[in-house]
């Protein structure tokens, strides 16, 4: 590379090496976690294709904390879906919350409550409208926000009223 292009900056390396190998996966790994933090629903989206494309994120990032992902996924909701999520959360105190419980749930509520709601929507929607996004207000970084005992026991857990 050096004979090809002369003497270059690290920043000008890393990038022919990205270009010529392809990116590290601790690359891709950081690069999924930044996707799954910015995530959003977007209006008009098909909610399975949003779930899919969550849970590919998840796995990507390879994140151990499953509080952390939670928030992420109930962050990345259409408000009124997160509300009705955190509260059928916060009445279930003697389950441990997990994400695949919680993506369960979410989509529990969105076919009993949203599915067909948003289904006419999106037929409706032009390719304009398809692509605007939900607000999310005060996206949050940091993973706080949830309880959970040390020890093993399940205690009550709050989900924060405030959006994430």
Known sequence: MV?????????????????????????MRDAAREHLERL?????????QFVDKFQQLRNQAE????DCIVRYLIKA???????????????NSNEEITVDLVVNKITAIYN?????KWER?????????SSASVLNNNSASKCL??????????????????RI
Do not use: M
């Open 3 to 27: 004979a090809e292009q002369g003497r270059l900056t690290w920043s000008e390396f890393r990038t022919a090496v990205i270009n010529k190998y392809g990116r590290s996966s601790i690359d």
């Open 63 to 66: 994140i151990q904390d499953e």
């Open 112 to 116: 009993a409550l949203f599915k067909d």
């Open 77 to 91: 909701l259409p408000e009124e879906l997160a509300n009705y999520t955190k509260y059928s959360l916060n009445t």
């Open 121 to 129: 929507e999106r037929e409706k929607a032009t390719p304009v409208t």
């Open 145 to 162: 926000g949830y309880r959970s005992s040390l020890r093993g026991k399940c205690i009550r857990r709050r989900i924060l009223h405030k």
């Open 40 to 48: 959003v629903h977007q209006q008009g989206e098909a909610f399975n």
